[in-house]
């Protein structure tokens, strides 16, 4: 009866048993009370439910004793010596019951409705995790929504729980449903089987004071044409939800959608001239060079291009249903979210405090809501895209969008594409940093101090240092020619040329994107009014006041300057605020830096080169990382509070609101340090005999070399740090907050109250429950990481020309690691529309322009290029090999004012040392004044600062005009689709005038299909938010395709 299977055939592991394994196996069990109670007996953990079934599944075929479900007769059956042997072999193991009894199919009835008959026939009130009895005759409101069903319901479930007569061999009995069957039917689906669970609502069952406002809400939940249906099998009791087509329709062309159409006339000849162009010889070269990094077709299909058009039920039959873009999961959820939100939830007079499901969260009426993950496509999704062994291969961007939205598509899109255009410039980075090498004995200024240099040096504090020789730097000025060489420049030139590009490239991939997944001209216009901001203009007395009738205008205009004037002004005086704040914080260090020149420090003896170049920048630079994370951390929490102050119409609105705020804080916080030490440091020291001080303190003085090394050591820390202090956020949290739960529902470790644990996950959407939330921000932070390292590449790279190369590694992790914590630890996002990024295309354009500005300033002020051009051209020694003392000034030991550094010259019998810096010898006539060649270089850095912006404007502005938003291709496409469509559009309207003259009395069925009832112009105010306006702009604004 028996047989032996390989373990690999078998396609549930142990390793994923679960609750709702258990929950499985104790349904197919109760086919009879002793088979129950020996399954109990023997279940020791939920890893033993596979041995479990395969013994109750003996009991059940072999005992013919018993009269609870006697169907057939026949001997028990038994396991032969043979098979037993080969159980125990590797590879082999027992084939259970459940294997066995499901060979051919199985019946497709509900296992957890029968099982629950048969427990009324045996007499038993008390059924395992998830199947209740206490419903029983509620109906669709009772616990888990269960009916009940009359005494006459015993054979009937006898027959359909093992559908077989009397006459049937023990061998060829059969479970009523497969395991794989039967989660699919009750994973994430109403109790028919049939409807899909959509949304899910959750809140706390004890909560009965806060009933009324709920039912309020759902009986208008149901209005709207939503199914619902109650599982209350837990102490967080659930709603599932469901949209019926009707509801889809109807929101779909209130919001504007758009879907994909059948194939038209004409459309077969736009795709074939588009493969034509797309298959040039250039192009067959890449597919075949780049065919391995390509993603599985197997696991993710091409799709086919299709045209769109916004939905509109009078159109319907010209809409492809079959494509998996017709109302696509999350097209679904975010229909469902966009009613949820906009729902009164008080009884009278419906006003905009009481709207919106928020406001019901705030209140504690409910836990959350949150749409459900596809347990097939998420795999499939993890092990094709989410996977770190994946990192090579391109991303399944369609399925992507299937999955999470356009929003959340768009973000892994740029994403990628970014990390892509970092490969060219980490390349060159690596090939100009490997020329440092090469080059390294052949710099002039290095081997004059490393060739035992004895150049007394001042003392660069006063007191406690002493004099020492210029021969000790010698390894800091080797290491700052690997950044400070010929090439600088040229890295310079090339990586703000690569900015430009990068960010018109970027335009160019997404409008062929935007247009592939039917987002062309979509725009802010189409949204709708957010909740929270009808809400606010309703509690605002002062608009009230200037509003006669305030239900008049369900969307009323909001003047500027007498009512969002004053909000606006207070957020971002508050973000100047915080400014101040992050720069003070920034020269608390700088002075931190100049008292620990000028005291001891216990990190060993301050006064060694080792300690002033590489220990004091290190410490300052991981204390500046941790002042700039905590002030990151503070501040996130106080933006988003800032922009619900204002009054933000739309999300996109309140999105750039609370995006410039923080960005421009960021900015501040994270490149403040970086453009002191490029910019400010060691530019107004003074001279020995009147040093420039602050607060007493001398101000810090750059190395012979310059300070370009420690702006590479500070950018590293930064960017490096913040990356990790990211990965760990973003990943270990999540991990941590995600084990806590699971060990506290296996242990009951943190309760609530005496009967209240964490939800056990028996089902989608209890295991979703106790996964993170997400919120209409949630790729804030993701944008703001990149933005913020797409800076520091940006505008500080040529300090350390393995920037490129550290964000490309750290990029290439981000993407999977996004993608597995999107997948793994929270719940599905709404899926929302999107035409690009944002205001994030805006910041980086803002960026690169400043980038060319600081690269022009740090060449000129920071790096020995335009001084060894004024050396060159004033002093003959084309090899530079006096170079080093042409930057040197003298000065006497004599002229100190300071008494210590008096002592400690004529203890060492010092007359004379050097400094860095351009001035007159004292034996001239004008002392340590500025001589004419240092107007000569500061007149030949600015204008470089000028002639370089200038070259570069001009080559970025070629780019710009060479390289279009959107391709020709693409624009051709779309006319082409335009015209095809309208010209389809047109003759479907002549068929149907033709049809209605031949019968004028009937509608069509085409017509009425899907066409809602006429609604009262109350409601349909209400749901439309007012939005009369901005839908006509829309009209307007949106093409057909």
Not at 933 to 949: D, E, M, N, P, S
């Amino acid at each position: 009866m028996y047989s032996a299977v390989r373990t690999h055939d078998y396609d549930y592991p142990e390793s994923e048993m679960d609750e709702r394994e258990s929950l499985y196996f104790d349904t197919i069990s109760l086919a009879d009370s002793e088979a129950a109670a020996v399954a109990a007996a023997h279940r020791k953990s939920l890893s033993q439910s596979r041995n479990t079934i395969y013994h109750s599944a003996v009991d059940l075929d072999g005992d013919e004793t018993r009269n609870s479900l006697r169907l057939g007769s026949g001997g028990g059956g038994g396991m032969s010596a043979e098979h037993m042997r080969l159980a125990w072999q590797p590879g082999y193991r027992q084939s259970t019951a459940l294997e066995h009894l499901n060979g051919g199919g199985g019946d497709y009835t509900d296992a957890a409705i029968a099982a629950q008959m048969l427990a009324l026939h045996n007499g038993r009130t008390h059924l395992p995790t998830g199947i209740g009895v206490a419903g029983i005759g509620a109906g669709s409101g009772g616990v888990g929504g269960y009916t009940s069903y009359g005494g006459s319901g015993d054979d009937e479930v006898s027959r359909r729980l093992l559908r077989q007569s009397s006459t049937v061999s023990n061998k060829d009995k059969k479970l009523p449903i497969t395991y794989s069957q039967w989660k699919l039917r009750t994973y994430r689906r109403f109790n028919d089987g049939k409807r899909s669970v959509d949304f899910v609502l959750a809140y706390k069952g004890e909560d009965v004071d806060k009933t009324a406002r709920r039912t309020k809400f759902e009986d208008n939940l149901r209005r709207e044409g939503l199914e619902l249906e109650y599982y209350k099998e837990q102490w967080v009791h659930f709603i599932k939800l469901h949209a019926p087509v009707e509801v889809l329709h109807r929101y779909a062309e209130i919001l504007k959608i758009k879907m994909p159409l059948k194939e038209i006339p004409g459309q077969k000849d736009i795709t074939i001239d588009m493969e034509r162009d797309l298959n040039t010889c250039f192009s067959r070269l890449c597919r075949t060079l780049f065919s391995s990094v390509q993603p599985d077709t197997v696991k993710f299909p091409i799709r086919q291009p299709r045209i769109h058009m916004e939905f509109a039920c009078k159109y319907l039959e010209l809409y492809d249903k079959e494509h998996p873009n017709y109302f696509d999961a999350s097209t679904r959820y975010s229909i469902i979210n966009f009613i949820i939100e906009r729902q009164h939830f008080e009884r009278g007079e419906e006003k905009s405090e009481n709207l919106g499901f928020e406001k019901l969260v705030e209140d504690g009426v409910y836990l959350c809501a949150y749409a459900l993950h596809e347990k097939d496509e998420r795999d499939n999704l993890l092990m094709g895209w989410a996977n770190i062994g994946k990192f090579k291969n391109l991303q399944p961007l369609d399925h992507v969008k299937d999955y999470f939205g356009p929003k959340v598509a768009l973000y892994f899109a740029w994403l990628g594409f970014y990390t892509q255009m970092l490969i060219p410039v980490s390349i060159l980075g690596i090939l100009f940093f490997l020329y440092g090498f090469v080059t390294w004995n052949s710099d002039p200024i290095s081997q004059d101090i490393c060739n035992g240099n004895d150049t007394i040096m001042c003392p660069q504090c006063d007191k406690g240092c002493m004099f020492w020789r210029l021969s000790e730097t010698c390894t800091s000025s080797r290491f700052n020619y690997l950044i400070d060489n010929e090439m600088t420049l040229v890295f310079a030139f090339i990586m703000a040329i690569w900015a430009v590009t990068y960010l018109e490239l970027w335009k160019r991939y997404s409008a062929g994107l935007v247009h592939r997944w039917g987002l062309t001209g979509f725009n802010q216009h189409v949204e709708h009014p957010r909740p929270q901001y009808l809400a606010k203009v309703a509690s605002s007395k002062k608009l009230n006041a200037e509003t006669e009738d305030a239900r008049s205008s369900f969307d009323p205009y909001v003047p500027f300057w007498s009512i969002k004037f004053f909000p606006n002004f207070t957020s971002y005086s508050i973000m100047v605020l915080f400014i101040c704040i992050s720069v003070i914080a920034v020269s608390a260090i700088i002075i931190y830096r100049m008292a620990q020149r000028a005291s001891h420090s216990i990190l060993g003896n301050e006064n060694s080169m080792t300690y002033k170049i590489m220990v004091l920048p290190i410490t300052a630079g991981f204390l500046d990382l941790i002042v700039i994370s905590i002030l990151d951390l503070v501040y996130s929490s106080l933006a988003v509070k800032l922009t619900n102050y204002e009054y933000c119409r739309t999300q996109t609105e309140y999105d750039e609101s609370l995006t410039i705020k923080n960005y421009v804080f960021q900015f501040v916080n994270y490149y403040s340090s970086l453009f002191y030490i490029a910019f400010l440091k060691g530019k107004f020291v003074g001279y020995p005999s009147k040093y420039n001080r602050i607060l007493s303190f001398r101000q810090e003085e750059c190395n012979p070399g310059g300070c370009l090394m420690e702006l590479c050591v500070q950018l590293v820390i930064i960017m490096v740090g913040k990356q990790a202090v990211n990965a760990i956020v973003e990943m270990l949290i999540p991990y941590l907050r995600r084990t806590a739960r699971e060990c506290n529902q296996r242990h009951g470790w943190f309760k609530l109250h005496s009967d209240e644990i964490v939800v056990p996950s028996t089902n989608q959407f209890t295991e979703d429950f106790n996964l993170q939330s997400t919120d209409n921000n949630s790729l804030y932070a993701e944008y703001l990481e990149m933005v913020v390292q797409y800076g520091f590449i940006t505008l500080f790279s040529l300090a350390f020309p393995l920037a490129p190369l550290l964000g490309l590694i750290n990029n290439v992790m981000e993407v999977r690691l996004d993608a597995i914590k999107m997948l793994r630890f929270f719940r599905r996002p709404v899926g929302m529309r999107a035409r690009n990024i944002g205001v994030w295309q805006g910041i980086m354009t803002v960026v690169t322009h400043i980038a060319v500005a600081s690269s022009a300033m740090i060449i000129a002020f920071s790096t020995n290029f335009i001084p060894k051009l004024v050396y060159k051209h004033t002093h003959d020694d084309p090899e530079l090999n006096n170079y080093l003392n042409f930057t040197l000034a003298t000065f006497y030991t004599k002229d100190y004012t300071t008494q210590t550094l008096l002592d400690v010259s004529a203890q060492e019998n010092i007359t004379q040392c050097h400094y860095t810096e351009f001035r007159n010898a004292p034996w001239l006539d004008q002392p340590y004044k500025r001589p004419m060649i240092y107007w000569k270089i500061l007149t030949g850095r600015l204008a470089f600062i000028v002639i370089y912006q200038n070259i570069i404007a001009l080559v970025q502005g070629i780019i710009r005009w060479a390289v279009p938003d959107v391709s020709a291709r693409l624009l051709k496409r779309i006319k082409r689709e335009n015209f095809l469509l309208r010209e389809h559009i047109i003759e479907f309207e002549k068929r149907k005038a033709h049809e209605l003259a031949q019968t004028p009395t009937q509608m069509p069925p085409t017509m009425s299909a899907g066409f809602p009832k006429k609604e009262p112009d109350e409601s349909l105010r209400q749901r439309l938010n007012g939005n009369d306006a901005a839908t006509t702009a829309g009209d307007n604004a949106t093409t057909y395709v």
